[in-house]
């Protein structure tokens, strides 16, 4: 396991890698088909778009893990499958990471948590369990728990990387934006985001999904301004719109990289793309990163 602290220390800004959602619709993913299934069925579609983002600049990689836990397994019949598919989801990344940190990705269940649904706190935390156990077994560097809109369902998976392995952990929250600012769908705003994740014992605080790059300089000030940890910043790639049928996102990787000097004035330490993000987009951001001093 790689130390990412001593490697964030010494650049001072890391880059993440971009969309892997829109990149394997890109090499033939259907609407669904369960992303996950391709770690044991196209490997080599699998880690050729890690290894694109790798050549791109990423000093951190993700997995093709986001939907691997029990709920969502289950719905694709994949579920015996489960420590299979994120075991080697990691080793998919860790193959072609050469230098650079692979953090396992876990995304959100989509299963309501008591007491607006009937998913109770030890069940949520042991579905995230089955996840970390493979991700340890793989080699992972660390874990990213990603796009989350509940807090209480990002604690629990929090716990379930802190009971079962002794790997760092990130937790990106996805915000909308209303009248009164930026919130989650269920109304937890950047601020008590940072501040009760932190007070979690997570080692990195972020944002991921639902904005273009300038919306997500906002969030960065609002979540930098409560915590001193390393911001994790994952724009979109502008707001998707609907052209010829096709969902498109319309920002260029020109037009993202000239507001990555405004994140990192936001103080953001650790920057990247989510959907529609290629490795041209991050190619151009980590340019623009690796042009400011060490801090």
Known sequence: MKDWKSILCSRGLLVLDGAWGTEMIKRGLILGECPELWNLNRPHDVRAIAASYREAGADIILTNTFGGNPFKLKKANALSKIRQINRRGVELSKEVSGDSLVFASIGPTGEFMEPLG????????TCFAEQVIAFVEGGADGVIIETMT??????????AVRENSNLPVAVSMTFSKGRMGFATVMGTGPQQAAIELESSGV??????CGFGIEDMVGIARIMRSTTSLPLWIKP???????????????ESPEQMARFVPELIKAGT????????TTPRHIQLIAKKCHIYPVR
């Open 236 to 250: 979109n790639a502008g707001i998707p719109k609907l052209k010829n049928g096709k969902t498109v996102y319309p």
């Open 203 to 208: 080692d990195i605080v972020g944002s991921n």
């Open 118 to 125: 009937i998913i109770t706190e030890k069940q949520m935390i």
């Open 269 to 276: 330490t650790i920057i990247g793309g989510c959907c529609g």
């Open 150 to 159: 509940d807090l209480n369902e990002a604690k629990c998976a929090i716990k």
